[in-house]
């Protein structure tokens, strides 16, 4: 059964950081690309992240291009998102998801920006 | 960025209709959509990829169609555990952009 587990959430100040981790399990983890995706409190889906499958390739929104950095392990099976410079707009649940497609996703994280 | 129109926004409907769902991109993507369902406090879940592909495990009441910058999703008669929020997603390029979500609601 193909799993993907977010962790790392939690309450961050304004422009404070915070490393979000999403491991996967049943499928082969290296062999495919991997996104970071986000939706705020009663507000639709957003875009973040993609990383290619080598880690060699990364793109970002622009709404955190410059702050947010991808990353993977292929060897623990995981995913990274480190946010920096956090805003109150950054306030959402992260979720991550598998492929070109985004067909598998996590359960998500939730991620609060306030003072 | 390729902008998603995705229509109606809220939709009320009746268990046994056939609901149709749209979604316009501002530019050409060939087939490269999907369509996800999503329930109050869950994660998305791909019921079509590839415009048309339906995802295995998904019932086949659902069908999307469509190509270039047109495409439907349709579900042929609702199910009462169908009533959630629909987005579509283009996969064509970077940034991904999901439409705005169409919300289905019980008549």
């Known amino acids: 059964e193909i799993q993907l587990v977010e962790s790392g959430g939690g309450l961050v100040q304004p422009g404070g950081s915070l490393r979000l981790s999403c491991v996967g399990s049943g499928f082969t983890f290296s062999s495919n690309t991997m996104n970071w995706v986000r939706q705020a409190p009663g507000k639709g889906l957003e875009w973040v992240s993609f990383?290619?499958?080598?880690?060699?390739?990364?793109y970002y929104a622009d709404s955190v291009k410059g702050r947010f950095t991808i990353s993977r392990d292929n060897a623990k099976n995981s995913l990274y998102l480190q946010m920096n410079s956090l805003r109150a707009e950054d306030t959402a649940i992260y979720y991550c998801?598998?492929?070109?497609?985004?067909?598998?996703w996590g359960q998500g994280t939730l991620v609060t920006v306030s003072s | 960025a390729i902008q998603m129109t995705q229509s109606p926004s809220s939709l009320s409907a009746s268990v046994g209709d056939r609901v149709t769902i749209t979604c316009r991109a501002s530019q050409g993507i060939g087939n490269d959509l999907g369509w996800f369902q999503q329930k109050p406090g869950k994660a998305p879940k791909l019921l079509i990829y590839a415009a048309s592909t339906l995802q295995s495990g998904v019932p086949s009441r659902f069908s999307g169609s469509g190509s270039g910058t047109g495409f439907t999703l349709t579900i042929s008669s609702l199910q009462p555990e169908d009533f959630a929020t629909y987005y579509c997603l283009q996969d064509y390029t970077y940034p991904y952009t999901f439409g705005q979500g169409t919300k289905l609601e019980i008549k």
């Open positions: 990383i290619s499958s080598s880690g060699s390739t990364m």
């Open positions: 998801a598998r492929t070109k497609g985004l067909d598998y």
